[in-house]
């Protein structure tokens, strides 16, 4: 089973703020790795799925990347809103390809 | 556009009653997943299927059964329901190369077991 962190558990910034949050995962088998936003009494939203080492997807003010080798990748957020306030959960695939293991998210709370 | 969509959203159980979450989905995805959500526990993967009439283990498939027996459902069924079994459980579908694609969740349903 693997096992993906996610650090840290929770974040509190002031709007404007940028903030960054890492996911590690073993590197070992690598297969994909998913970054999902999930606000509170909705489901899940996908943000990014990446593949290969060096990845870095970008939607509006927030990026991630993904280094395969070392087991990490970090997402960024810059100039935090308020509307960003939900837990950010990334999950890793395994060689099958089949199933992901979720971290247990960062959530991130951002004030006006 | 539906989606995924999970029936019932709310239910609340006896301890050893018996019950089936339905999972529906209309985007043609072969892969569909059961999850169960804890506080401070993140996704659990319960059971999952890669496509009709299969299906495989997850992380913490005790207690569950679930069936496929139509590519567009995905059933999750409590034989005997325990109060650990009390969580939120989410349903989610994937398009065939889960490598590229991201799962699609559904809204959850919340589930008691007194």
Sequence with gaps: ILNVEQSPQSLHVQEG?????????????????????????????????????????????????LNTKEGYSYLYIKGSQPEDSATY???????????????????????? | ???????????????????????????????????????????????YSVGEGTTAKGEVPDGYNVSRLKKQNFLLGLESAAPSQTSVYFCASSDPAPRNQPQHFGDGTRLSIL
């Design chain 1, 17 to 65: 703020d940028s903030t960054n949050f890492t996911c590690s995962f073993p590197s070992s088998n690598f297969y994909a790795l998913h970054w999902y936003r999930w606000e509170t009494a909705k489901s899940p939203e996908a943000l990014f799925v990446m593949t290969l080492n060096g990845d870095e997807k970008k939607k509006g003010r927030i990026s991630a990347t």
């Design chain 1, 89 to 112: 959960l990334c999950a890793s695939g395994n060689q099958a390809g089949t199933a992901l293991i979720f971290g247990k998210g960062t959530t991130l709370s951002v004030s006006s």
């Design chain 2, 1 to 47: 556009n539906a989606g995924v969509t999970q029936t019932p959203k709310f239910r609340v159980l006896k301890t050893g009653q018996s019950m089936t979450l339905l999972c529906a989905q209309d985007m043609n995805h072969e892969y569909m997943y059961w999850y169960r959500q804890d506080p401070g526990m993140g996704l659990r993967l319960i059971h």
